[in-house]
């Protein structure tokens, strides 16, 4: 009986694996010569340019030192590492003999020029929402970037995940196409916010968890997710900041990389900013959109506590650490960190990022604070003019662990953190060279 059954759930399983390879197959879109600069109008370029920057394509299609959009960056997912394609005009390595059919192909259902699926760490899942005069402008800018001959390492996926034709059971589940759909009871400035954030740049891909298939979880959008052992923080109104983010605020920040209030930016954000939004070929309007959509989900207007008070009490507390001989926690604060933190004015500086208002103190996990002590920030890795150094080499675990449960208690008013030596001995065997 048992063999009976069991014979009975195999024929299944290879029945429903063999209608799933069938429904993938795709056509293969037949190659074209590669399109000459003069066909595309400069406003079209101009205007692809713009949503490149803002959609921070660069990001995954570059590796260290490499040409842009040549590919070669790894993003890392919990089932290998998947490595940005070369999407140049280069005709062999690159996407100079894909047709505009093709690029759109790709953008919006996640499928190759020779009809095999693209991995979701490519966000089509996202790009199907753009419009399609978006789209063609992406299509110009790219095809009139200098070709590079380059191909990309071998994606580390392990089977089963690196059977391509497998990606149509995670469409069938997870996928769902189709343009981007204005919210009729907001703002135009709102809607163009969402679009900017759900169809282009993809914001929910970092802040959004993702179920054990590696697809974002529904109704949990924007709700915090670990991105390379970083936490992504909420964006939603459990965003964890002592201080709510307004629209000013978000603008500042998204164009700066860093604000008095909230402090600087890092890890796989830096990037977002400073190769992107931070540029000048992205309109302030569409930088203020974002802005204007994300404080509305923050609940910025609504949000209690004030914050000139909350600012008072942060630099109030800012002092604390210096003159405590007798607080071995507070000393090794003062010989740290306290020459770059301390704030003796009436509001905290761009320059000196005021503890008490960065969410690395105020976040359920010390995640992020771990991380930067240990890590610090370059000249490159934060927002433009700050740095950090690395305490890894000259920090035991019980001293970051210390500064955590010393800064945690003096600087807000949560409980304290537990288990802290042991979760800085986790996040230390994880450094590594970034991609």
């Given at each position: 009986?048992?063999?009976?059954?069991?014979?009975?759930?195999?024929?299944?399983?290879?029945?429903?694996?063999?209608?799933?390879?069938?429904?993938?197959?795709?056509?293969?879109?037949?190659?074209?010569?590669?399109?000459?600069?003069?066909?595309?109008?400069?406003?079209?370029?101009?205007?692809g340019e713009a949503l490149a920057a803002a959609g921070h394509c660069a990001s995954c299609h570059t590796r260290s030192g490499g040409q842009p959009y040549a590919g070669g960056y790894g993003v890392n997912t919990p089932f290998g590492i998947i490595y940005g394609t070369n999407i140049t005009p280069d005709l062999k390595t690159g996407i100079g003999a894909w047709s505009i059919e093709a690029f759109d192909r790709a953008l919006r259902e996640g499928?190759?020029?020779?009809?095999?699926?693209?991995?979701p760490a490519f966000p089509y899942y996202a790009y199907t929402k753009l419009s399609d005069g978006d789209i063609k402008a992406l299509y110009a800018y790219l095809m009139?970037?200098?070709?590079?001959?380059?191909?990309?390492p071998a994606n580390t996926l392990s089977f089963p995940f690196k059977i391509r034709a497998l990606q149509e059971g995670w469409k069938i589940l997870f996928f769902k196409?189709?343009?981007?759909?204005?919210?009729?009871?907001?703002?135009?400035?709102?809607?163009?916010?969402?679009?900017?954030?759900?169809?282009?740049s993809d914001c929910s891909a970092c802040h959004t968890p993702r179920n054990s298939f590696g697809a974002e979880k529904i109704?949990?959008?924007?709700?915090?997710?670990?991105?390379?052992?970083?936490?992504?923080?909420?964006?939603?109104?459990?965003?964890?900041?002592?201080?709510p983010w307004t629209q000013d605020e978000l603008f500042i920040y998204l164009r700066?990389?860093?604000?008095p209030l909230h402090g600087t930016t890092g890890a796989t954000m830096t990037p977002v900013i400073r190769e992107g939004l931070a540029l000048p070929i992205v309109p302030d309007s569409d930088v203020r959109a974002i802005a204007v959509y994300f404080s509305d989900?923050?609940?910025?207007?609504?949000?209690?506590?004030?914050?000139?008070?909350?600012?008072?009490?942060?630099?109030a507390n800012s002092p604390l650490g210096s003159g405590q001989e007798f607080d071995p926690d507070a000393n090794l604060y003062a010989a740290a960190c306290m020459a770059c933190h301390y704030n003796a004015g009436t509001i905290p500086l761009s320059s000196r990022p005021e503890l008490a208002l960065n969410t690395a103190l105020t976040l359920p996990e010390p995640t992020n604070f771990i991380q930067v002590v240990l890590r610090g920030i370059g000249n490159s890795e934060g927002a433009a003019g700050l740095a950090m150094p690395a305490y890894a080499?000259?920090?035991?675990?019980?001293?970051?662990?210390?500064l955590a449960a010393y800064l945690r208690r003096t600087r807000t008013k949560l409980p304290p953190w537990n288990g802290l030596e042991a979760k800085v001995s986790a996040v230390r065997k994880q450094l590594a060279p970034s991609n």
């Open positions: 009986m048992i063999g009976r059954i069991a014979i009975v759930i195999l024929a299944v399983t290879l029945l429903g694996l063999a209608s799933v390879v069938l429904l993938s197959r795709r056509p293969v879109m037949a190659p074209i010569e590669r399109p000459t600069p003069e066909k595309f109008s400069a406003e079209s370029i101009a205007q499928v190759s020029r020779d009809g095999s699926h693209l991995f009139t970037r200098p070709a590079a001959t380059a191909i990309v196409s189709g343009r981007f759909q204005p919210n009729s009871s907001k703002t135009e400035e709102w809607n163009r916010g969402a679009y900017l954030s759900e169809a282009l109704g949990h959008a924007y709700e915090s997710a670990e991105i390379d052992g970083w936490i992504a923080p909420a964006l939603n109104e459990s965003n964890p900041s002592p201080i700066t990389g860093v604000t989900l923050d609940r910025a207007g609504t949000r209690g506590g004030s914050t000139d008070s909350i600012t008072r009490e942060a630099l080499s000259s920090f035991t675990d019980g001293d970051v662990a210390r």
